[in-house]
């Protein structure tokens, strides 16, 4: 979330576009200058590369745009984008080579902690069998706690993902296990 | 009762933290919490590891994400194009519409003249080969159902469409397993994906037999969650219970008295919340643009399952009013505002979001723990925003 918006704030915007009355070019211009780098990092968790993921970014947007500019109202303006990230990343994620979001050299990036050279040993350490539970994890497992760390309620993440509820609470808890097992070595 | 003495699974605890338990569960596994410290041990082990993934991705993963590899584009260019393509595209549909009504006009005519001539000869035109007939029985009046199910249109494609998906979930509203049952329909590009998670063979059984005639579905049962890890039974009988003791109880004969009115309190709840979200999970996946493009038996059956969700909304909630109001002030008079006109799956979802505000006052009023709710104006806001759902389930 370093430039992306809280659940609260993304929803402000589109209270703004009423109160403002702003007309749907501003609300969706705005809309994209905050959010686009939420959705672009989510599609690259589903694997699309790059130039890809940041194609279909902007392509959401423009969707958006096109549905408001025929009048329909949006509920959940935030949930209503992952939506349609998710389901165009899929799209894509079937056509083309997949980018692999968490490769094995990322715990060559895992910054040193503070203490002693011992306790940041072991905290490295901890850090390295969590990075590599991070990525034994299914699709689904990542998807749901990527979605979850944004702030996305269980039945929002639902809707994003085309899953039931239960489906979602599962998938947390499985990872979550997981996670646990992990940082106990 | 009895789940107060166990100890909460680790996804009920997980959804506890998450706060997004039901208020009736969340209460008793904050009750459960206060007596047991395994459980509060678990709790916190929950919290820690989520704490550590939150930090490892910003630490860790978020940096190292590519950045975006190209400046992002200006919108506002684009969503010029698409609104000069769009005008361009309302011109011919005019002309089309225009020429459209003279289509429909002459086939009238001409319909009416085949009419006139099969009345006057008594001879049916038969049907080509390859044609069907068109005429659509009228819904069927069942007990306690409104409308059958109509079968699948011809389909020439092989992808399975909203209303290949909308009978999965007439069928399954059919045998009441949209309330609550954990089963979940996806439509997937060519069949609808049924899993359900964890059910007896019996209830698996009953969906079964109630998708057996539809094409295009797969069923699926995947294995109930593996809740070993939540432990032995325990004894917390007597944990403490309810904010609204003081006044309340004092009109009960005793505190078991009072234990019975809660338990049917939010039993009441429930089972409204599970129509609440039946409806809700509804609006979500016909929404109006996906409703609009169906043809007139599936939106007749969307209706019949829809209205069927809103009657039994509304006795839910009239119940719910009939146990909680003798207990509560009266609402404040709401002034009348004129009627909205939205779709009804706007109204579906703000009546969820209503009726989990009543949910949760009900749970904190009744028999949340002290607390939980700061300030004495709980009952009041419980009996507005009661009053406000029964107001809106009812229009």
Request: aromatic fraction near 8%.
């Given at each position: 979330?370093?430039?992306?918006?809280?659940?609260?704030?993304?929803?402000?915007?589109?209270?703004?576009?009423?109160?403002?009355?702003?007309?749907?070019?501003?609300?969706?211009?705005?809309?994209?200058e905050a959010a686009r780098e939420d959705v672009y990092r989510y599609l690259l968790t589903l694997g699309i590369v790059p130039a890809q993921a940041q194609e279909a970014t902007q392509e959401v947007f423009l969707r958006l745009y096109a549905v408001l500019r025929k009048g329909q109202r949006i509920g959940n303006m935030r949930a209503w984008i992952f939506r349609v990230a998710h389901n165009h990343g899929l799209t894509l994620r079937g056509q083309e080579q997949r980018w692999r979001p968490f490769d094995p050299e990322m715990e060559m990036r895992i910054p040193d902690g503070a203490g002693s050279p011992e306790q940041r040993l072991i905290e490295r350490e901890r850090r390295v069998n969590l990075g590599h539970a991070v990525a034994s994890l299914s699709p689904q497992q990542r998807q749901c706690l990527h979605l979850r760390t944004e702030g996305f309620r269980y039945r929002e993440i639902a809707g994003i993902m085309g899953i039931s509820d239960s489906s979602v609470g599962e998938f947390l808890r499985r990872a979550i296990v997981r996670l646990r097992k992990a940082l106990d070595g | 009762m009895a789940n107060w003495r166990t100890h909460p699974e680790e996804g009920e605890l997980l959804r506890y933290c998450d706060g997004e338990l039901r208020a009736r569960d969340s209460?008793?596994?904050?009750?459960?919490?206060?007596?047991?410290?395994?459980?509060?041990?678990?709790?916190?082990?929950?919290?820690?590891?989520?704490?550590?993934?939150?930090?490892?991705?910003?630490?860790?993963?978020?940096?190292?994400?590519?950045q975006p590899p190209r400046p992002w584009n200006n919108l506002r260019g684009e969503f010029a194009r698409m609104s000069v393509a769009d005008d361009s595209g309302a011109a011919w549909r005019r002309i089309f519409q225009r020429r459209a009504v003279w289509l429909v006009a002459c086939t009238l005519t001409a319909g009416t003249g085949i009419l006139f001539y099969v009345g006057q000869t008594g001879r049916p035109v038969a049907p080509r080969v390859g044609q069907t007939s068109r005429a659509a029985a009228p819904p069927v009046e069942q007990a306690g159902r409104p409308v059958a199910i109509p079968a699948p249109a011809p389909r020439h494609a092989l992808a399975a469409g909203p209303e290949d998906e909308l009978r999965v979930i007439a069928a399954l509203e059919h045998i009441g397993a949209d309330l609550g049952d954990p089963i979940e329909v996806v439509r997937t590009r060519d069949r609808i994906v049924v899993n359900c998670i964890g059910l007896d063979a019996g209830r698996m059984r009953e969906v079964r037999a109630a998708l057996a005639g539809l094409s295009r579905v797969e069923v699926e049962l995947s294995p109930k969650p593996d809740v070993s890890a939540a432990g032995s039974p325990l004894e917390v009988v007597g944990a403490p219970r309810a904010a609204m003791?003081?006044?309340?109880?004092?009109?009960?004969?005793?505190?078991?008295?009072?234990?019975?009115?809660?338990?049917?309190?939010?039993?009441?709840?429930?089972?409204?919340?599970?129509?609440?979200?039946?409806?809700h999970r509804l609006a979500m996946r016909f929404p109006p643009d996906v409703e609009a493009s169906m043809g007139a038996d599936s939106k007749t059956l969307l209706a019949a399952i829809r209205e069927h969700h809103e009657t039994a909304l509304e006795h839910e909630v009239a119940a719910l009013d009939h146990s909680a109001q003798p207990y509560l002030p009266p609402p404040a008079p709401t002034p009348a505002g004129n009627p909205v006109r939205e779709a009804w799956q706007a109204r579906a979802m703000r009546v969820f979001a209503e009726a989990e505000r009543v949910d949760q006052l009900l749970a904190a009023v009744f028999a949340g723990p002290q607390g939980s709710i700061a300030g004495d104006a709980r009952p009041a806001l419980l009996s507005a925003a009661l009053a406000k759902l029964e107001s809106d389930v009812a229009q």
């Open positions: 979330m370093t430039a992306g918006l809280t659940y609260g704030q993304l929803h402000s915007i589109a209270a703004f576009q009423e109160r403002r009355r702003l007309t749907p070019e501003e609300a969706v211009a705005e809309l994209f | 209460a008793r596994v904050a009750r459960h919490l206060v007596a047991c410290w395994d459980c509060r041990t678990r709790r916190d082990d929950l919290r820690q590891t989520i704490a550590e993934y939150v930090r490892y991705r910003r630490d860790v993963l978020e940096p190292a994400l590519p003791r003081t006044e309340v109880t004092r009109q009960f004969d005793s505190p078991a008295a009072y234990e019975k009115f809660v338990d049917g309190l939010l039993k009441n709840s429930e089972a409204m919340m599970a129509r609440a979200h039946a409806l």
